[in-house]
């Protein structure tokens, strides 16, 4: 009866200590055993706001997308599909600044250096300033000399008529918002990306209500490209004056302290980011809407790109346990800085493992329920036929995402960045060309095989090796016995 105690207590005592984690009141860290603790309680923290945060999206999506698109119809949620696309193209475009700003503010902040801390933060805020602003002119230009009806392969004359202005209000969101990152990023930095959670929360929720008005009152597509990225917008504004004018104004961004040194880090750091983030973008789904329409043409292009922007919206169920992953970033970065490379090898091995394996649970569940629940989603917009293909390709996409993530993570921490643009160099044109060929003989679900065949080849293969040829040698073993 004895040695049955120990396996009843054990589990108990698990659950109570990954339980004493989630409080606001930081852990001491004198001790090693205190800056694990609190380690894990940022990373708790984090995961469960950003959890929270996606199931948020994933609830907002399930009411936006029926309601947009019978309100736009397919050729106008196509084209909504596209305005997203390029949206999450311009906010890769700050030249890498906001994620070169979390690795930098996690390694000030292992350090204990608040100067070197609120340096980068005002380089940073001053230098997303010039880029949104620049942006925002050369949008401005765009919408005003390119007919957007070509861009975005519009037909009818309302979607025309609306295409230029749906860029103008692209621009004015993009050139106020880009500087605001600064806040998010700061908190991911500090490991307290658990407000940021919070605020994209608070902003899909904003989208929500704001687009719930622009339909009940039939004011078109640009103002619900107003009101689907205004939400985000308000919601970091929020984040910025509270993080530097209320809780840490040491930390307040400031012409006086932005210098040469800091300022050449952060652009050295953060070029490599955006050449990373543009060669993801280039070869995984920010321009599939593009590819898919103009392959196909203008009215089988619509309908295949609606029936492709309603399953991915419908993927991102996988995104409440990706939250998970990408709160382990800056959390990696700052243990790597003080050599706690035990802690590091034990999170890489969990971290991987469950990634896949929720990678493939919700993949199998997406292709086995999805044609069922979009049918009850959407209604008679889209056939099941039209979904199955689709819903094949990103059951397998899910699984080889939830890997590709979880080793980027791992790698950014670890500033192996000039290793992974290698491998990124060659998965993402390899992903593009191949998106071109595989839509014109399947479809739209050319596009998502393309992703999953080539960085599932280029990417994975050559990254797991360096994670494990990184924190498995022999040397860094002997270094940390």
């Not at 621009?171 to 490991?191: C, D, I, K, N, S």
């Not at 196909?296 to 346990?321: D, H, N, P, W």
């Not at 199998?364 to 044609?371: D, K, M, Q, S």
Request: aromatic residues 12%; proline residues 3%.
């Amino acid at each position: 009866m004895s040695c049955l105690v120990p396996t009843e207590i054990e589990p108990r005592g698990r659950i109570s200590r990954v339980l004493s984690l989630f409080r606001w009141k930081p852990f001491e860290t004198t001790t090693a055993e205190g800056l694990a603790r609190e380690r894990h309680r940022r990373i708790a923290l984090s995961t469960a706001a950003s959890g929270l945060a996606k199931g948020v999206s994933v609830l907002a999506n399930l009411i936006l997308v029926p309601m947009t698109l019978h309100y736009l119809g397919q050729e106008r949620y196509a084209m909504w599909a596209m305005i997203s696309s390029l949206f999450l193209m311009l906010n890769s475009a700050d030249l890498g600044i906001g994620n070169g700003l979390v690795n930098l503010v996690a390694a000030a902040s292992g350090k204990g250096d608040k100067t070197l801390i609120r340096k980068y933060v005002s380089s940073g805020f001053f230098m997303l300033s010039a880029v949104g602003v620049g942006i925002a002119v050369i949008l401005l230009l765009a919408s005003a000399f390119i007919p957007m009806a070509k861009v975005f392969n519009a037909t009818s004359a309302l979607a025309q008529s609306e295409a230029g202005r749906a860029v103008v209000v692209v621009a004015l969101v993009f050139g106020l918002g880009m500087p605001l990152l600064v806040g998010l990023r700061f908190q991911e930095g500090l490991q307290e990306g658990f407000n940021s959670y919070l605020a994209q929360m608070a902003g899909n929720i904003l989208a929500l209500g704001f687009a719930l008005i622009v339909v009940k009152l039939k004011l078109g597509l640009p103002w619900l490209v107003l009101s689907l990225l205004g939400g985000p917008l308000v919601a970091n504004l929020g984040i910025f004056i509270g993080q530097f004018f209320v809780f840490k104004p040491w930390a307040r961004p400031a012409w006086a302290d932005c210098d040469r040194g800091t300022t050449r880090g952060l652009l050295n750091t953060g070029l490599i980011f955006f050449l990373l983030n543009m060669l993801t973008l280039l070869g995984l789904q920010a321009l599939d809407p593009f590819v898919i329409a103009h392959v196909l043409g203008s009215t089988e292009g619509a309908r295949q790109v609606t029936a492709y922007s309603v399953v991915q919206k419908l993927s991102q169920i996988a995104f409440l346990y990706w939250a998970l992953t990408q709160a382990l970033w800056p959390a990696y970065a700052e243990a790597i800085a003080r050599k706690d490379f035990n802690w590091v090898r034990r999170t890489i091995l969990r971290s991987v493992r469950l990634s896949v394996v929720w990678g493939g649970l919700t993949g199998a569940a997406l292709y086995l329920c999805g044609g069922w629940f979009i049918q009850r989603w959407v209604g008679p917009v889209l056939s099941a036929s039209e979904c199955r293909s689709l819903l094949l390709g990103f059951a397998v996409y899910m699984v080889i995402y939830s890997f590709v993530l979880a080793l980027a993570v791992i790698i950014n921490g670890a500033h192996l960045l000039k290793e992974q643009l290698v491998f990124l160099s060659i998965a993402a044109p390899l992903a593009f060309i191949l998106k071109f060929f595989l839509c014109r003989e399947f479809g739209a679900a050319g596009v998502v095989w393309a992703s999953s065949v080539a960085f599932g080849v280029a990417f994975i293969l050559p990254a797991g090796l360096l994670v494990r040829k990184t924190y498995w040698s022999s040397a860094l073993a002997e270094q940390t016995k």
